[in-house]
């Protein structure tokens, strides 16, 4: 069975910093492009950062570069977003994608997303 199971959200002051990880099972990760996506109620999904697992290839929207940084170790088949110097703007809905590549192409797997919140 596929499944993405984040964690690693929460409450956080301003210029904090969390560390969210998303666990992958059923699929192997390294076929795949690893995205973090987040939401603000009743806005659009926005994708913040991904990684291409083959290469280790990143990349951010503006909005997070140079704050967040994303992460894969293909032993443990998980993908991490480490986040620093958090804004209350970066309050959202954080979920974990995986974009299959390659003969994967059109695969795409979500997880149910956890809870980032800063707020002092």
């Known amino acids: 069975q596929v499944q993405l199971v984040e964690s690693g959200g929460g409450l956080v002051q301003p210029g904090g910093s969390l560390r969210l990880s ?3 099972s059923g699929f192997t990760i390294s076929a795949y492009a690893m995205n973090w996506y987040r939401q603000v109620s009743g806005n659009k999904r926005e994708r913040i950062a991904h990684i291409y697992t083959a290469t280790g290839s990143t990349g951010y929207t503006s ?8 992460s894969v170790d293909n032993a443990k088949n998980t993908v991490f ?12 809905v954080y979920y ?7 003969l994967f192409h059109g695969r795409n797997y979500w997880g149910k997303g956890t809870l980032v919140s800063v707020s002092s």
Do not use: H
Not at 82 to 91: A, G, I, S
Not at 96 to 102: D, L
């Open 22 to 24: 998303c666990v992958a």
């Open 63 to 70: 909005s997070v570069s140079g704050r967040f940084t994303i």
């Open 81 to 92: 977003l480490q986040m620093d110097n958090l804004k209350p703007e970066d309050t959202a």
């Open 96 to 102: 974990c994608n995986a974009e299959g590549v390659g």
